[in-house]
């Protein structure tokens, strides 16, 4: 943004972190990212990002990463100052901060000369949408607010300091009503006959407000709740993780529709390439045109199903730049552990895009049409932000007869099924259909996941946060990974894959089981019928399972221990047999 810088924050975080609608504090300020149409122009500067299998599925050219720029030129994130109400320590004034003379400059009392507080308290709804809270409407019991910004209605607001309660934050007006605290404002139903949703998208800029029907729902501003990120990523896997594809990434504009191949390629002076044959070039970009005329299926499934067959399948190292590097590692000692497949993936990047965010609710199926939108219908750009990881990890596959044969016993259906019910009861409150059914499959290979990462943070030398699982379970499917989760403060460290080079993966994974047999919290969690969010979980707990937000990928739901080592009263039904 031109004009002078306010704050920072790393890359990845605005992905994850601090994305488009979500609010920043900086110092004493409060900012909310703006959208993507206000962003700064792509620039020789910035570096882009390319996956085609996630650019066929969003319909963009390319992703970029959130640019980083002092130059005025180029720009940076655009922010605007949000929440719009502010609040004087000195003379308690509470109003918008147009109405203390407040510019681009450190917002600041023009009577009292003192720093103005962002209001700490915003509304929120499902559908998105943000605005201020509604002081006025709070403190005059719904009343209309068209007034509230006269000399009859100059609204006040004191912490009277008695403690931290809301109880202690009072609420006056010049008007002569009685006072009112915050006490009860946060409460699931409080705006209820107060307030109606305004419908706002401030980060749309001064687009006009949606009708909206959402009950809003007061919240901290610094709330997890007030803003989640959707994203959505993908293993770059052949043939699109080889150096002869990277290198046609970057002339795929002049070499899209050239009618004669290798006279452009001799233009671009190609022709003679260190690495790659001029032959090698012509049969890459005819691939890649092959691929953009096709009807693919971009679906979750197949992407997950295409990345499933790479990782079953020998990927050597090859000279040039490569971004998949996957060799299988033979274990007769994982097979007593029905592990029928290791590999190796020693080197694998990974692309996560933003693809848009949710509010008061973490995104999940059951309410993808809640997903607000990170530009305005009439300004799509032609990319998405995106960053990209580049790390390694262990990709392990369960014998699929065995797993067919345990998830077959009436016990272990009759264990899972108070989960599936629960998952079909989130959908049916959005009167959706479940878009899958949840297997016992899933389930235990989810919480082997959870178990593995937790042993591996002890062995690996990274810590929980910085592993990830992906997870490869549907009946054709029966495999999870492990990997490097970031590239910034772990790296790369070779750490995962020694603990298959190492000779002691079936003794970890054993440990790791065994671990799962036993919890603080038991016997409580192990009885529990069911817990965690929506009651999708049974046997799970901060104390065994549950793992960093940033490591599950279903959100530490979908958990039970008990179908890794069984129950006391049924050592049975469990997968896995540790004598």
Same mark, same amino acid.
């Given at each position: 943004?031109?004009?002078?810088?306010?704050?920072?924050?790393?890359?990845?975080?605005?992905?994850?972190?601090?994305g488009v609608?979500?609010?920043?504090?900086?110092?004493?300020?409060s900012?909310m990212?703006?959208?993507?149409?206000?962003w700064?122009?792509?620039?020789?500067f910035?570096?882009?990002?390319?996956?085609?299998?996630?650019?066929?599925?969003?319909g963009?050219?390319?992703?970029?990463?959130?640019?980083?720029?002092?130059?005025?030129?180029y720009?940076?994130?655009?922010?605007?100052?949000?929440p719009?109400?502010?609040?004087?320590?000195?003379?308690?004034?509470?109003?918008?901060?147009?109405f203390?003379?407040?510019?681009?400059?450190?917002?600041?009392?023009?009577?009292?000369?003192?720093?103005?507080?962002?209001?700490?308290?915003?509304?929120?709804?499902?559908?998105?949408?943000?605005?201020?809270?509604?002081?006025?409407?709070?403190?005059?019991?719904?009343?209309?607010?068209?007034?509230?910004?006269?000399?009859?209605?100059?609204?006040?607001?004191?912490?009277?300091g008695r403690?931290?309660?809301?109880?202690?934050?009072?609420?006056?007006?010049?008007?002569?009503?009685?006072?009112?605290?915050?006490?009860?404002?946060?409460?699931?139903?409080?705006?209820?006959?107060?307030s109606d949703?305004?419908?706002?998208?401030?980060?749309?800029?001064?687009?006009?407000?949606?009708?909206?029907?959402?009950?809003?729902?007061?919240?901290?501003?610094g709330?997890?709740?007030?803003?989640?990120?959707d994203?959505?990523?993908?293993?770059?896997?052949?043939?699109?993780s080889?150096?002869?594809?990277?290198?046609?990434?970057r002339?795929?504009?002049?070499?899209k529709?050239?009618?004669?191949?290798r006279?452009?390629?001799?233009?671009?002076?190609?022709?003679?390439?260190?690495?790659?044959?001029?032959?090698?070039?012509?049969?890459?970009?005819e691939?890649?045109?092959?691929?953009?005329?096709?009807l693919?299926?971009?679906?979750?499934?197949?992407l997950?199903?295409?990345?499933?067959?790479?990782?079953?399948?020998?990927t050597?190292?090859?000279?040039?730049k490569?971004?998949?590097?996957?060799?299988?590692?033979?274990?007769?000692s994982?097979?007593?552990?029905?592990?029928?497949?290791v590999m190796?993936?020693?080197?694998?990047?990974?692309v996560?895009?933003l693809?848009?965010?949710?509010?008061?609710?973490?995104?999940?199926?059951?309410?993808?049409?809640?997903?607000?939108s990170?530009?305005?219908?009439?300004?799509?750009?032609? +990319?998405?932000? $995106?960053?990209?990881?580049i790390? #390694?990890?262990?990709?392990?596959r369960? *014998?699929?007869?065995?797993? @067919? &044969?345990?998830?077959?016993?009436?016990?272990?259906?009759?264990?899972?099924?108070?989960?599936?019910?629960?998952?079909?009861d989130?959908?049916?409150?959005?009167?959706?259909?479940?878009?899958?059914?949840?297997?016992?499959?899933?389930?235990?290979?989810h919480?082997l996941?959870h178990?593995?990462?937790?042993?591996?943070?002890?062995?690996?030398?990274?810590?929980a946060?910085?592993?990830?699982?992906?997870?490869?379970?549907?009946?054709?499917?029966?495999?999870?990974?492990?990997?490097?989760?970031?590239?910034?403060s772990?790296?790369s460290?070779?750490?995962?894959?020694?603990?298959?080079?190492?000779?002691?993966l079936?003794?970890?994974?054993?440990?790791a089981?065994?671990?799962?047999? +036993?919890?603080? $919290?038991?016997?409580?969690?192990? #009885?529990?019928?069911?817990?965690?969010? *929506?009651?999708?979980?049974? @046997? &799970?707990?901060h104390?065994?399972?549950?793992?960093?937000?940033?490591?599950?990928?279903?959100?530490?739901?979908?958990?039970?221990?008990?179908?890794?080592?069984?129950?006391?009263?049924?050592?049975?039904?469990?997968?896995?047999?540790?004598?």
């Amino acid at each position: 943004m031109k004009g002078r810088p306010i704050g920072g924050v790393r890359r990845a975080q605005l992905i994850t972190t601090y994305g488009v609608g979500s609010l920043i504090a900086v110092d004493s300020e409060s900012f909310m990212v703006a959208g993507l149409d206000r962003w700064p122009e792509l620039g020789p500067f910035d570096q882009t990002i390319n996956e085609r299998r996630l650019e066929r599925k969003f319909g963009v050219s390319c992703f970029r990463l959130p640019p980083a720029s002092d130059s005025d030129k180029y720009g940076d994130i655009p922010v605007i100052r949000f929440p719009e109400v502010q609040s004087c320590p000195g003379c308690n004034r509470l109003a918008r901060a147009k109405f203390f003379g407040v510019t681009r400059g450190p917002a600041k009392c023009r009577e009292c000369d003192r720093e103005l507080v962002p209001s700490r308290f915003v509304v929120c709804c499902a559908a998105g949408h943000i605005d201020d809270f509604p002081y006025f409407r709070w403190l005059h019991k719904g009343g209309d607010s068209k007034g509230d910004d006269s000399r009859r209605h100059e609204l006040r607001l004191k912490a009277i300091g008695r403690s931290a309660s809301l109880g202690d934050i009072e609420i006056s007006c010049s008007c002569g009503v009685r006072s009112v605290t915050m006490e009860g404002a946060l409460s699931k139903g409080a705006l209820k006959g107060v307030s109606d949703c305004t419908g706002r998208r401030p980060w749309l800029g001064n687009i006009p407000a949606e009708h909206c029907e959402e009950l809003p729902r007061a919240m901290q501003r610094g709330a997890s709740g007030v803003w989640f990120s959707d994203v959505d990523s993908a293993l770059s896997i052949p043939p699109w993780s080889e150096g002869v594809q990277q290198l046609v990434n970057r002339y795929w504009k002049s070499l899209k529709k050239a009618p004669d191949l290798r006279d452009r390629l001799e233009e671009l002076e190609l022709d003679n390439h260190r690495l790659f044959s001029i032959e090698e070039i012509i049969q890459a970009v005819e691939r890649r045109r092959q691929e953009d005329a096709g009807l693919t299926d971009t679906s979750e499934a197949a992407l997950r199903f295409d990345e499933y067959q790479a990782l079953t399948r020998t990927t050597e190292e090859r000279p040039g730049k490569q971004d998949f590097v996957c060799v299988p590692w033979p274990d007769e000692s994982a097979a007593e552990l029905a592990i029928d497949t290791v590999m190796r993936v020693k080197r694998l990047r990974e692309v996560r895009v933003l693809k848009g965010f949710t509010r008061l609710a973490a995104p999940s199926p059951a309410n993808s049409k809640q997903q607000a939108s990170l530009y305005s219908p009439e300004n799509r750009p032609d +990319w998405l932000p $995106a960053i990209e990881v580049i790390g #390694e990890g262990v990709f392990l596959r369960l *014998d699929p007869t065995r797993l @067919a &044969a345990w998830e077959s016993r009436l016990q272990v259906l009759e264990r899972v099924a108070p989960i599936s019910s629960a998952y079909r009861d989130r959908f049916t409150r959005f009167d959706l259909v479940p878009d899958r059914e949840i297997a016992p499959r899933l389930v235990m290979i989810h919480t082997l996941a959870h178990a593995i990462i937790n042993e591996w943070s002890l062995d690996s030398g990274y810590p929980a946060a910085s592993l990830r699982e992906r997870l490869y379970v549907s009946e054709e499917m029966s495999g999870l990974l492990v990997y490097t989760a970031t590239s910034d403060s772990a790296g790369s460290l070779g750490g995962i894959v020694a603990q298959v080079e190492s000779g002691n993966l079936a003794s970890s994974v054993r440990r790791a089981i065994d671990r799962m047999s +036993w919890c603080s $919290a038991d016997p409580l969690c192990i #009885e529990s019928d069911t817990s965690g969010v *929506d009651n999708l979980n049974r @046997a &799970a707990c901060h104390s065994c399972v549950l793992l960093p937000e940033t490591s599950c990928e279903e959100f530490n739901t979908l958990l039970d221990r008990a179908l890794l080592c069984g129950i006391p009263e049924d050592p049975g039904l469990g997968f896995f047999t540790l004598d």
